[in-house]
């Protein structure tokens, strides 16, 4: 399944890096507004296990962990909002369409296969974290990105912990 997850995050990556070539803050809001599907899917899956009497000794930690990581990725999202990254309707209907596969494809993924599912958000958050990386060394410093930098390598440790967890 990692083979698969680098394939389609490769692939996705690839397709975004063409589309918001030279627009950083639209692309940052983008992959923001993607960023918080998976979380919202793990918490509807650990939702659900919960009503059919499948919690696990995990299970809190885990949603607590999920809800937190949510609220983050909105904080983001928010402040790429204050930097136009979301003026255009063309970037609106992008990322809307996206969280939508994405969430779903979520849903499913980490009901079969949670390890699996905690790698590919594990592998975009380390590509977030990259992505902006990229950014600070062509722009120069910017202490916002920096924080969402390292939020977004803390949130790739609390999801590797959570694979560790299952």
Known sequence: MKHFNTVVLDITVAILDFLYQGRDYPRFWVLEEIARAP????????????????????????MKQHFEQSVNET??????????????F???????????????????????????????????????????AKYLAFNGHDDKILEILNDELHHSKELHDAMEMI
Do not use: C, Q
């Not at 979380?39 to 885990?62: D, I, K, N, Q």
């Not at 790698?119 to 975009?124: A, R």
């Open 39 to 62: 979380y919202f899917a793990f918490l509807s899956v650990l939702h659900f296990r919960e009503s059919m009497g499948l919690r696990g000794p995990e299970h809190l930690y885990l």
């Open 90 to 132: 063309i970037d609106r209907f992008v990322a809307k369409h996206l969280v939508l596969i994405y969430y779903w494809s979520n849903v499913v993924y980490y009901w079969v296969a949670p390890r699996a599912a905690y790698h590919l958000s594990y592998e975009v958050e380390i590509h977030a974290a990259t992505t902006y």
């Open 75 to 88: 904080e983001h999202l928010e402040y790429m909002e204050s930097r136009g990254g979301n003026l255009y």
